[in-house]
């Protein structure tokens, strides 16, 4: 049973960091593209960012780029998402998920693409 479990959210000032990270079980996923949405409240589920296989490409929405870093480690299974600079507009829940393909590419912001979601981990940035 494949099984997707965020971790490392919190409470933070703004101007803080976090770091998120994605265990993953039940199977490797270092053949397929991982991706970090996040949704906050009476907003859709947006795309934040995605790293291909092999880590050899990443994508990132324009509010984050510059301050967010996704990176994944296939010996752990694992995908991380570094946050610094936070602003409280970064607050929501975050979500990891699989794409159904190895790699980054204009389309990684559907949700339909993705077979497989963690249950999120809520990030609330204080002003």
């Known amino acids: 049973q494949v099984q997707l479990v965020e971790s490392g959210g919190g409470l933070v000032q703004a101007g803080g960091s976090l770091r998120l990270s994605c265990a993953a079980s039940?199977?490797?996923?270092?053949?397929?593209?991982m991706s970090w949405f996040r949704q906050a409240p009476g907003k859709e589920r947006e795309f934040v960012a995605v790293i291909s296989w092999g880590g050899i490409s990443r994508l990132y929405t324009d509010s984050v780029k510059g301050r967010f870093t996704i990176s994944r480690d296939d010996a752990k299974n694992t995908v991380y998402l570094q946050m610094n600079g936070l602003k409280p507009e970064d607050t929501a829940v975050y979500y990891c998920?699989?794409?159904?393909?190895?790699?980054?590419?204009?389309?990684?912001?559907?949700?339909?693409?993705?077979?497989?979601w963690g249950q999120g981990t809520q990030v609330t940035v204080s002003s």
């Open positions: 998920a699989v794409r159904n393909t190895a790699y980054t590419d204009g389309n990684a912001y559907r949700i339909r693409d993705y077979d497989y």
């Open positions: 039940g199977r490797s996923f270092s053949s397929r593209a």
